[in-house]
C-alpha cells in the first residue's frame, strides 16, 4: 500500500518544515545560554552580569523560558528578531499593475527603464511615482517576477516545454591544482555553407592546451573528442578528482554532460552571457585562430583527419616550445615542471 502525503503540497508548508527543524536542533548560542545560566546559580546575579556583559532582564528571560521548557535546552535557542509589525507597502494597485503592462509589453524590462515610463502614467493619476529600489522590490516581491519566457516551437510546429534545470555554476575563485581543472569551448568556421567545428581544452592554470576538429557540435561528437582528450590525464595512476568548467551550449548537454557523470568529473557551468568566466578558453580560441587554423582553412573541410595530425604537431609546440608571456616567457610544460615538482611523477609516467 503506497500512502500520499497531501501536506508537501500546500503552500508555506517548506517553511513550516524549515521552522520545525531549526526547532529540534541545539545551537551554539543555547550552549553558551545554558552555561550562563548555571554560572548565575553557582556564582551569583552580580557576577554573571560582569562576567558576561548579560544584562539582568535577560537572564531572567532565559530562566523563564528553560523552566517552562522542563529544562529543555532547545527552549533557549534565539528566536527570530522579525519584528511583528512590518511596513507594508504603500503604492497603489494601479501603479503595480501598470509595471505589470509594461513588462509584459516591453518583456523583463528594468526597473531604471520602467520608472521613466512610469513617471507620465503617476503624474496623469496624480500618484506618487515610486522610486526605482521600489519598483525592484515590487519585481521581486511578485509571484511570477513579472517576468516572460518565449515560446519555442520545435519541427513539427509544437510548443517545446519550459524546462528550467539548476545548473552547477562556477564557484567565485575557483582554485585547482595542475590537469584538475578543463575549460572547454567549441570554434564554428564556416566557409560555402558548410560547418566546422574545433572542440578547444585548456588548464587554466598552467595553460596547457589540446584541440581537435569534430564534423559536427553534437553532443555525441564533443563527448567522443572529450573521452579521447582527457584519456591519457585520467590514465596516471594517482586518483584525482577532475572538473570540466563550459558554457551553456547545447554540445555541452547529452551524451556530453552523460559522461562527466558517468566518470564522475565535476561539470561547472558558466553564467549566461558571460564569457570572461571562461577567460582563458576564449583567449585560447583567438591564438588557435590566427596561428593555425587560418593557414589550414581549406583543409579543415577537405580531409578532417589531415587537418587534425597538423593540429596535433602544432599543439606540441605551443606546449612545449612557444613561451607565453602570462607564464613568464616559459612554455607551459617548462613552466609546469619547474613551479609544479608533484607533476615531474605524471610526466614521465607511461602506461602500459
Known amino acids: ?49 560582569e562576567a558576561f556583559g548579560v544584562s539582568r532582564r535577560t537572564l531572567f528571560r532565559w530562566k523563564k523560558s528553560f523552566n517552562d521548557a522542563d529544562g529543555d ?37 528594468g526597473k531604471a527603464k520602467l520608472y521613466h ?42 510548443v517545446k516545454p519550459k524546462k528550467k534545470t539548476q545548473k552547477n555554476r562556477k564557484p567565485k575563485n575557483l582554485k585547482s591544482k595542475p590537469f584538475e581543472l578543463w575549460a572547454v569551448d567549441t570554434i564554428q568556421i564556416v566557409s560555402n555553407g558548410i560547418k566546422r567545428y574545433i572542440l578547444t581544452m585548456i588548464d587554466p592554470l598552467t595553460r596547457i592546451a589540446f584541440a581537435v576538429a569534430i564534423p559536427s557540435k553534437r553532443a555525441k561528437h564533443t563527448a567522443y573528442a572529450l573521452e579521447a582528450l582527457i584519456d591519457g590525464i585520467t590514465s596516471i595512476k594517482q586518483k584525482r578528482k577532475l572538473a570540466i568548467l563550459s558554457d551553456n551550449g547545447s554540445e555541452f548537454k547529452k551524451e556530453f554532460d552523460a559522461l ?53 604537431k602544432w599543439l606540441i609546440d605551443y606546449n612545449t616550445k612557444i613561451p607565453h608571456s602570462s607564464l613568464n616567457f616559459k612554455s607551459p610544460v617548462q613552466y609546469l615542471l619547474e613551479n609544479h615538482y608533484e607533476c615531474h611523477m605524471y610526466w614521465t609516467y607511461t602506461l602500459i
Not at 524549515?18 to 554560572?39: C, P, Q, T, V
Not at 533557549?76 to 501603479?95: A, D, T
Not at 515610463?117 to 526605482?132: G, I
Open 73 to 109: 535546552i532547545k527552549a533557549l535557542n534565539p528566536k527570530s528578531r522579525r519584528p511583528k509589525r512590518v511596513r507594508e507597502s504603500k503604492v497603489p494597485i494601479e501603479v503595480i499593475k501598470e509595471i505589470k503592462r509594461l513588462r509584459k509589453a516591453y518583456p523583463n524590462i
Open 117 to 158: 515610463l512610469l513617471k507620465p502614467f503617476c503624474e496623469e493619476k496624480e500618484l506618487k511615482t515610486p522610486s526605482e529600489s521600489t519598483i525592484g522590490r515590487i519585481i521581486a516581491k511578485a509571484p511570477d517576477t513579472m517576468r516572460l519566457f518565449p515560446y519555442r516551437i520545435d519541427t513539427k510546429g509544437k
Open 1 to 49: 500500500m503506497q500512502i500520499k502525503y497531501t501536506l508537501p503540497g500546500l503552500k508555506g508548508y517548506k517553511r513550516l518544515e524549515r521552522i520545525y527543524y531549526n526547532s529540534l536542533m541545539i545551537s551554539e548560542e543555547a550552549k553558551r545560554r545554558k552555561k550562563i545560566l548555571e554560572f548565575w546559580e553557582k556564582y551569583g546575579l552580580a557576577a554573571t552580569t
Open 260 to 312: 562527466l557523470e558517468q566518470k564522475g568529473f565535476t561539470h561547472y557551468w558558466t553564467y549566461p552571457r558571460s564569457p570572461k568566466m571562461n577567460a582563458h578558453n576564449e583567449r585560447f580560441n583567438r591564438t588557435i585562430q590566427e596561428q593555425f587554423i587560418q593557414y589550414y582553412e581549406d583543409l579543415l573541410f577537405t580531409d578532417l583527419d589531415e587537418f587534425n595530425k597538423k593540429l596535433a
